[in-house]
């Protein structure tokens, strides 16, 4: 019964350093969201894949890139991180991308940019 | 600008009194909105929602209220149980737009044994 599940809990990070942060659910969702949540800011969205093989930008998607690499996964990748990018990642699924379809999220990954 | 405003950053109530969470919105394309509960370490679970079309919905001790004339919506829980203790977010999406939900900046309710 594990749901979202994301990995890694927690990492530091150099100005400049890359890394990617890895999300699989295994409830057969279609649709799957990269969340930021900074204090004061609540949670805003970076990436969604409605369906496997489809990729769109949310509201904050510069410095970041995606892919959805199979029905299950769902990655996220800084390619040079800065101090901004410095945040609680949450991954997320839902069953189909539809404004009814509650969101699942993993347990996050907490993320310091220095 | 935020869309989605949690003006309350924290709430203290007595166990098994009413917790009353609020929440306003600017956008008045909004229609269907979602109140999910984040408990720390933890990601946000999904507690209740309400489309435009309805101005309550109940799920046991959980009711949403929406007023579209204000632009506000609040979640009541009665009665409240320390369990409950958790950060509140509300959430809002157009139900003909994408699919982006604009979530406000959370409430931390404590319940106080």
């Known amino acids: 019964n594990a749901g979202v599940t994301q990995t890694p809990k927690f990492q530091v990070l150099k100005t400049g350093q890359s890394m990617t942060l890895q999300c699989a659910q295994d409830m057969n969702h279609n649709s799957m969201y990269w969340y930021r949540q900074d204090p004061g800011m609540g949670l805003r969205l970076i990436y969604y894949s409605a369906s496997e093989g489809t990729t769109d930008k949310g509201e904050v998607p510069n410095g970041y890139n995606v892919s959805r690499l199979n029905k299950r996964e769902f990655s996220l990748r800084l390619e040079s991180a800065a101090p901004s990018q410095t945040s609680v990642y949450f991954c997320?699924?839902?069953?189909?991308?539809?404004?009814?379809?509650?969101?699942?999220f993993g347990n996050g990954t907490r993320l310091t940019v220095t | 600008d935020q869309q989605v405003k949690q003006n309350s950053p924290s709430l203290s109530v007595q166990e098994g009194r009413i917790s009353i969470l609020n929440c306003d919105y600017t956008n008045s394309m909004f229609d269907y909105f979602l109140w999910y509960k984040k408990y720390p370490a933890e990601g946000p679970t999904f507690l209740i929602s309400i489309s435009s079309i309805k101005d309550k919905n109940e799920d046991g001790r959980f009711t949403v209220f929406l007023n579209k004339s204000a632009k506000h919506l609040s979640l009541h829980i009665v009665p409240s149980q320390p369990g409950d203790s958790a950060v509140y977010f509300c959430?809002?999406?157009?139900?003909?737009?994408?699919?982006?939900?604009?979530f406000g900046t959370g409430t931390r309710l404590k319940v106080l044994a």
């Open positions: 997320a699924s839902s069953e189909v991308a539809s404004y009814n379809s509650p969101l699942h």
């Open positions: 959430a809002a999406n157009i139900i003909s737009g994408t699919y982006k939900y604009i």
